[in-house]
């Protein structure tokens, strides 16, 4: 844990006890600080309570007494509306923030030159957020890895000078970290997602761009527009990474290969040809961001290419579960918007696809031009009606409502195919079945591995 001792001797309020915001609290109050803390979960409260967290509605609260606000990034600070728990902090006067913003304020009082690499991006953050930890470990570096990938950044080790912090950080978490300054701020791309919570593409890119406005050194993905402005405006060492700029300053994928041009000598630092972890050319660019930012810490190549092919993945990212005769099942849960689905379906030929869920903004028509791709559509969930519009004729496609039923009928028909690939990438959220996008992948995940004759892929 990461004891927060800047805030030792004063009362803040906290909304919010999840996985994160239970942890927060705690290292609020190991640094001295005194926490009232209130969660629309009364389950939460309690588990609070028994942890010694002082739990109060904020609702009867006297604001006076908070010196500062914190607020867990599931909870909407602007959009659709402001929570009320932030209608009341303004009011007040009281700043909201987050726990990044905590983590920032923690390493610039006890540790200011801390190794502190901090990931965003809409689509690639937790591939790259896991593929550079994997690369530094193997360089022998003391790593914690954390934030939206899904350990809490407070409940790693403090920051220190030999230890690096590789951090993902979602819009949500940005947008409560003001001070936010990394040694490495690394922009990924930006395309439309969370508008209902940042109200328009341009606010949303925005606070993308905090992420990189204060660091010290930045690696900045160029493939997209919106990210080659951004890219335009920065006067700090800089590497571009992608597949299109090969110009000195950059590192980028051609052929399978990754190339690094930091100085107009391009050098072939890997080939990613039969790596199954980074298949596609979205991993080429998440591979070039993280060989970009290895050598940034001054990873030897030998080491980069020895890390690369020993990457073992995520989980719910291109997951390979298994196959069942020449036929390949496949869990891209994470997949929750169409540009991230069209990196699988850019993957793989002859598809046998499950998609759905609860649809976002433009539902799956961009993925249009990879149609003839799929072999057929199962559809599930919320967004069934409006995704078979979509396919109309262009797709065989089948309403199966849920996911088992989906998983039997996709397996069923792919028997005997050559070549062929069960994938789940749903281009949706997955809230209206599930809680999340790791409970749909692992109940996928049990689906498969129960199906007769499935040979499991190797740690799967």
Known sequence: MTPITTLSGRTVALFGLGGSGLVTALALKAGGAHVVAWDDNPARTAQAEADGIAVEDLRKSDWSRFSSFILSPGVPLTHPTPHWSVDLAQAAGVEIIGDIELF??????????????????????????????HILREAGRDVQMGGNIGTAILSLLPPS??????????SFQIDLAPSLAP??????????????????????????ERLIRHADKVVIGVDDAISRAMAAHVRVPTLRVGLTDKNPGSVFGQ??????????????????????????????????????????????????????????GLPH????????????????SKATNADSTEKALKSFDDIFWILGGKSKEGGIAPLRPHFGKVRKAYLIGAASDEYAATLGDSVLHQHCSTLDRAVQQAAQDAAGSTHAVVLLSPASASYDQYPNFEVRGNHFRELVKALPGLEPAMGA
Do not use: W
């Open 104 to 133: 920032c304020r923690e390493r610039a009082s006890i540790a200011p030159n801390a190794p502190f690499i901090a990931i965003t991006g809409t689509n690639g953050k937790s591939t790259t957020t896991a593929l550079v930890s």
């Open 161 to 170: 000078d030999d230890r690096v912090h590789v951090i993902e950080c979602s």
């Open 255 to 312: 052929s399978h290969q990754i190339i690094a041009n930091t100085d107009g000598d391009a050098v072939a630092i890997a080939d990613l040809a039969g790596i199954s972890s980074l298949r596609g050319d979205h991993n080429a660019q998440n591979a070039a961001a993280a060989v970009a930012i290895a050598l940034f810490c001054q990873v030897d190549t030998a080491t980069i290419d020895r890390a690369l092919h020993t990457f073992p």
């Open 317 to 332: 990212r291109m997951e390979e579960i298994g196959r069942r005769g020449d036929v390949l099942f496949i869990n891209d």
């Open 183 to 208: 040694s490495i701020g690394v922009m990924l791309n930006v395309s439309a997602d969370h508008l209902d919570r940042h109200g328009t593409l341009d606010a949303y890119a925005a606070i993308k």
